[in-house]
């Protein structure tokens, strides 16, 4: 007698799933259509397109040009003056008369001459140039305009380095999550299989109806996972595009194998780690340049001395018809004696910054320290989790083989058989995890010593000895 139709709500998981399968995701940009790059590729991309990067970029150039404006200031300056002058003030046109050198005898015979003179002109054009012979302040600011030229690109370096890193934690996410795909597919295909075992036990009247109930389940469950996966794989690709700083973070996927990197080995006992690091190395020529900000401020205590001299020409009826050339030159110097306690105000001030900037260094240095042991213990942790999951992806494996054996030949039950395909499937997925976890450990611990941008991009250490 033919067993009666029944329905169960269960029953329809698989098709609900399937339906969106095969509705949501063909919208989504497929695989073949998207622009992948390795990983060589998605640094190179993000040095030259991210935003952080290139605004550093455009600070380090800043304070170039700062430093070229600070060695103006030891430089000559030369400068031409043209004016033209009309006036009846007694002494300035007895001054414009005399430049002119036409002042003459008769000029003397009335005193009306002096005290109410007729409007003079005068067409005046000057050549002047001022140079700093002795100038302490501007000497001292130059230098520190270079320091700080200096810490701008270590600090642009850094930046770098935490482009890549994000675009190295990008990488790795998409392939994970690629990965987590594949594993989706294989779990998906397993319950099928399972499915296909119950469904023919129970027509040969050998299964019951619930084991087939039961795998329908499990077969939907891994539906809803491979959706999940697949959708976490798009937003991984959008991450990744987002951390090269491409324009609206249009997917991106990512083609060749993970990066590998080298095992950093054992830490010597007093060694950090961390001599590389352009952010230290930037933390320090600011300290240094706190000092030399005391010893700039100590040396208003000196007097300036400089050297001047001019060239000037005077023509009373056009600019053309010069009446009068003449010329100066000399040395001065200029000493401020007392300034109302303001200079030992500025020094003060200036010694507590250098106090702080070595507060704030001694800490970077700490923190370094600490971050280069936490990636040190990272690295062992990574490498110790990605051994258990490999031993646990074996055993997984040989228990859903022997379960799946015993079901068949009538002697297990489907639920055993379903928790260890349950099993193996996250014993897939923590697998995965931890070979991409030990990459990016040691990735990690390349980061904290300051050695990840040279590892990527080998042409980018150029630029760090250049500012060494």
């Keep these: 007698m033919a067993r009666p139709a029944r329905f169960s709500p269960r029953s329809a998981f698989p098709g609900a799933a399937m339906f969106l399968l095969t509705s949501v995701f063909p919208l989504l940009p497929a695989a073949s259509a998207m622009e992948s790059v390795d990983f060589r590729q998605a640094v190179a991309r993000a040095l030259s397109n991210n935003a952080i990067v290139q605004a550093a970029g455009e600070e380090a ?44 005898a008769s000029d003397f015979a009335d005193v009306s001459n002096f005290n109410s003179p007729p409007p003079r002109n005068d ?38 380095e935490d482009a890549v890193y994000r675009v190295l934690a990008a990488v790795l996410d998409v392939i994970t999550a690629r990965q987590f795909v594949d594993v989706a597919g294989q779990g ?9 075992i119950a469904e023919s036990l ?3 009247g050998m299964g019951l109806a619930s084991d087939a109930l039961r795998a ?30 491409e324009p609206g973070a249009p997917p991106v996927d990512v ?58 020409v005077d023509a009373e009826d056009s600019p053309f018809s010069t009446d009068n050339r003449s010329w100066k030159v000399g040395v001065g110097l200029t000493w401020n004696l007392f300034d109302g306690m303001r200079r030992e105000a500025e020094v003060g001030k200036a010694a507590a910054s ?15 320290a600490f971050e280069a ?31 799946t054996s015993r079901y068949e030949n009538r002697l297990g039950r489907m639920v055993d058989l379903l928790d260890a395909q349950t099993a193996l499937d996250g014993a897939r997925a923590v697998r995965i995890r931890a070979e991409n976890d030990v990459r990016l450990s040691r990735a990690q611990r390349l980061y904290a010593s300051g050695g990840l941008l040279s590892f990527a991009a080998p042409s980018e250490e150029h630029g760090k000895e250049k500012n060494r």
């Design 216 to 245: 329908k389940v499990a077969v939907a469950t891994a539906e809803g996972a491979k959706v999940t996966a697949e959708s976490r794989l798009e937003l991984a690709r959008r991450r990744l595009a987002l951390a090269m700083g």
């Design 123 to 160: 067409f005046i054009a000057t050549l002047s140039l001022e140079q700093p012979l002795f100038a302490p302040k501007a000497y001292i600011g130059y230098g520190m305009a270079k320091v700080e030229a200096d810490a701008k690109g270590q600090d642009l370096y850094r930046r770098k």
């Design 61 to 104: 150039i800043s304070a170039q040009k700062d430093a070229d404006a600070a060695r103006g200031y030891l430089l000559p300056s030369v400068r031409f003056d043209d004016k033209f002058v009309r006036t009846t003030v007694p002494a300035e046109a007895f001054g414009l008369k005399m430049n002119q050198e036409k002042l003459l």
């Design 354 to 368: 250098l106090r702080r900037a070595r507060a704030y260094h001694r800490g970077m240095l700490d923190q370094a």
């Design 373 to 403: 042991a936490q990636a040190d213990l990272g690295v062992k942790e990574a490498t110790l989790r990605e051994e258990i999951a490999r031993a646990a992806l074996a055993s997984a494996e040989e228990g859903v083989r022997l379960l």
């Design 255 to 312: 083609t060749g194998p993970p990066p590998e990197f080298p095992d950093p080995g054992t830490p010597g006992e007093r060694d950090t780690g961390t001599t590389g690091r352009a952010d230290l190395r930037a933390s320090s020529l600011r300290v240094a340049n706190a000092g030399s900000d005391v010893r700039r401020w100590q040396a208003g205590y000196l007097p300036d001395v400089g050297l001047a001299a001019a060239y000037q």
């Design 202 to 204: 129970e027509a040969a």
């Design 188 to 196: 998906l295909s397993d319950a099928r299989e399972h499915l296909r």
